[in-house]
Structure formats: C-alpha cells, structure tokens
C-alpha cells in the first residue's frame, strides 16, 4: 500500500510517499481503507520531535513517540474510510462499513490502510457526511470536549473562547453553544464572521481590542490555540473562574497545584481522558446539526509535506483534511 513514512525527527521534509506492507487485523482490530484523513498540530509535534516547544517538552516527545528516531514510521490521526477486514473477535463492524475516529498517538492514518483497535475511539460514520468531512471530526472537539466537560457549562454561565477559529477552538464554539453557555469568542479579523455564524453571541477581533483590559469578567476562559495564560486572563476571570489551557507544561503544574476552595484556578485533565463514548457523542452531534468540524482546506496524500507546511503557519482555520485516491497516482 502506499503510506507517507519518515524514519527522523525533523522539518515537513522528511515525509515521503512510499510502498510500504499492508498492516494485517489482529483478533480485536478493524483493517481501514482510508479515503480521508487531516494533518493537525499533534502530527506537526510529533514529526518535528516538539522542538518549539524546549528541551523538556522535547525530551517528554520522544519518550513517547520513539528516543532515537519515531518508532512509528506513520502520522496521521483521524481517519474515515471503509472497513476492509476485521479480527476474528470483533462484533461491532462488518466488511463495508463507513468508519471515522481517532488513533490517538498509534498514529498510522496516512496510509492507504490501518489497523484500529475495535474498542478504540472509531465509530460507524454519521448519516449525510462524506469522508472529507468525517475524517475531521474528532481530534479538535474531542479535545475541546475534554477540556469543556470540567467546567460545569450550561444556560446562565459565561465563557471566553480565545484562538476561536482554529481546531479546537471552531469545536469549542460549536459545543459551548451546544451546552447554553453564553459564548465570547476572541479571534483574528478574517475569521470573525465564520466564528459568529459557529454561534459565538460576540466576537472580539484580537488585532483590535485586548479583552483582558475591557473590565469584562468570565466564568470560564479557555485558551483554544495555546496562546494566552492563565496569568494574563487572571482578572478577566469572575471569582471562582476556571482557566482552561490546551497546551503548555507550566499549566499542567499550574493544574497540579492545590487551590483554595473558590479561587480562581487552572483546571487541565491529567492524564488525558477521551473515552469511545465522546466519539458517539460527537457523532450524535453531526447528525442533529449540532456540530459540524470547519474544513479550510483539502489537499491529496501526495501533497503531504505542502499540507503540512500550511498547518505550521499556525494560520489555518479549523482543519486541513488529505484525500487518499485508491489505485491512481503512485510513488514519485
Ligand atoms: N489539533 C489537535 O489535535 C491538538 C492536539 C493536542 C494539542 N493541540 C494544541 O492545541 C492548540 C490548538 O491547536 P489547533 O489545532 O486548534 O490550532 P490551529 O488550528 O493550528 O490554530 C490556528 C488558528 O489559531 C489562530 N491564531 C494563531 N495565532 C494566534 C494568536 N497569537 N492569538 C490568537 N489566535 C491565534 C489563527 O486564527 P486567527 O487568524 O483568527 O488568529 C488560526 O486560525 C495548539 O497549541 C496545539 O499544539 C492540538
């Protein structure tokens, strides 16, 4: 099958298309023809070892994905195809399925095929989407759900989401709504209008305008692009506030800390926690309208690393899917 590899840490470079062996389902596991897949920020981390993110968080990078070089030689997370095979003991897919999910950091998504554990995070497509727009469904929100889900959102309670327009932050918009919370969004110029018509009930146009100096206070802010901190948003949060980061391993302290009953604080789960169940849930969602992931642009597998490259700008809105065409172009 062909399957975009890399065998070293490094620049979107190191990528490149190649014949490699179809993976063969063990007893638990669904085989996936991939028809779409993303590239998203985790790929990005992973492939280039986190070195913006400094020596720990690099260190912590290939403690997980390999020391020396990646032990998986795959990207790719999210994926949605048709399942092609399945294990001996697996109850819950048939040949010919329409399939979507994550492979959280097993990775493999970039390929014609991949294996996925039948009780990991896939799940049967929801009705009326087609593979572009499954395939993004879940790594954005589901991480926006798992960050979402500790803070009590519901009718009467505010929340500002700040870097609205990116992965995450477009899902965030979208369940925030979903819960009755009244939604501030903050994000740049040419993202407003999307960002509001998402159900934002106003935007602020970060270029702009600073909302940590307009005396406007919040029950919950969360920081969807990873550019804020919880020392910045401090005042603009109501007492009692939450402060909800997605990335950064001075919140994952900041999270650990003891904190007084009432005080503002950081909440982050540690360790990550996205059950299958947020897969359905997410599924549920598409299907009542409730939640659709924002695609700014589609590419085809063979242009992974020009893919790639836009994803580093740090400028796309919501997510850039890669379509896989069985059988036609080959190796170049
Ligand atoms: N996606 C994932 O699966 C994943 C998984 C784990 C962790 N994370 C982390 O979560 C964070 C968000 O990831 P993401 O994939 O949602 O990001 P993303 O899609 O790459 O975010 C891109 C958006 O961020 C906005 N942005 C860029 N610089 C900004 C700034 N200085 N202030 C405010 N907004 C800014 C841009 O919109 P404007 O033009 O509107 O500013 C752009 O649309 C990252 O730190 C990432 O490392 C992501």
């Known amino acids: 099958m062909r399957a975009v590899v890399y065998d070293k840490y490094g620049p979107p470079e190191v990528l490149r298309l190649e014949d490699v062996a179809q993976p063969v389902p063990r007893e638990s596991e669904v085989l996936v023809k991939v028809h779409a897949t993303t590239v998203n920020r985790s790929d990005v981390h992973i492939r280039e070892a986190n070195r913006g993110g400094g020596p720990a968080a690099m260190l912590l990078s290939r403690m997980v994905s390999g020391l020396g070089r990646p032990r998986q030689p795959i990207l790719g997370r999210e994926f949605a195809g048709e399942v092609e095979a399945i294990g001996a003991a697996v109850t819950e897919f048939a040949v010919g399925d329409r399939v979507f999910g994550t492979n959280g950091l097993r990775f493999g998504a970039h390929a014609e095929f991949m294996c996925v554990r039948a009780t990991a995070r896939i799940a049967?497509?929801?009705?009326?989407?087609?593979?572009?727009?499954?395939?993004?469904?879940?790594?954005?929100?589901?991480?926006?759900?798992?960050?979402l889900k500790v803070a009590d959102l519901r009718k009467g309670r505010t929340i500002l989401i700040y870097g609205a327009s990116g992965a995450i932050g477009t899902a965030g918009v979208q369940l925030a709504r979903h819960f009755g919370a009244d939604i501030t969004a903050v994000c740049g110029t040419k993202n407003l209008e999307l960002v509001r018509s998402l159900g934002a009930d106003r935007v602020i146009d970060y270029t702009q305008e600073d909302f940590t100096r307009n005396g406007q206070t919040y029950d919950v802010i969360f920081d969807a692009v990873g550019k804020h901190s919880f020392k910045r948003c401090r005042d603009s949060l109501a007492p009692g506030g939450r402060y909800l980061p997605t990335d950064?391993?001075?919140?994952?302290?900041?999270?650990?800390?003891?904190?007084?009953?009432?005080?503002?604080?950081v909440v982050f789960q540690i360790p990550p926690r996205i059950p299958k169940q947020d897969v359905l849930f997410l599924k549920e969602l598409v299907e009542t309208g409730a939640y659709r992931p924002v695609i700014d642009r589609c590419y085809p597998l063979e242009a992974v690393i020009e893919a790639t490259r836009y994803v580093e700008t740090q400028q796309k809105t919501g997510n850039v899917v890669l379509t896989l065409n069985h059988g036609q172009a080959r190796v170049r």
Do not use: Q, T, Y
């Not at 049967?124 to 960050?147: K, Q, R």
């Not at 950064?248 to 604080?265: C, Q, T």
């Open 124 to 147: 049967h497509m929801p009705a009326g989407v087609s593979f572009n727009e499954a395939a993004p469904i879940c790594d954005g929100a589901l991480n926006a759900l798992m960050c």
């Open 248 to 265: 950064g391993a001075v919140n994952i302290v900041l999270a650990l800390l003891p904190s007084r009953k009432g005080a503002k604080r």
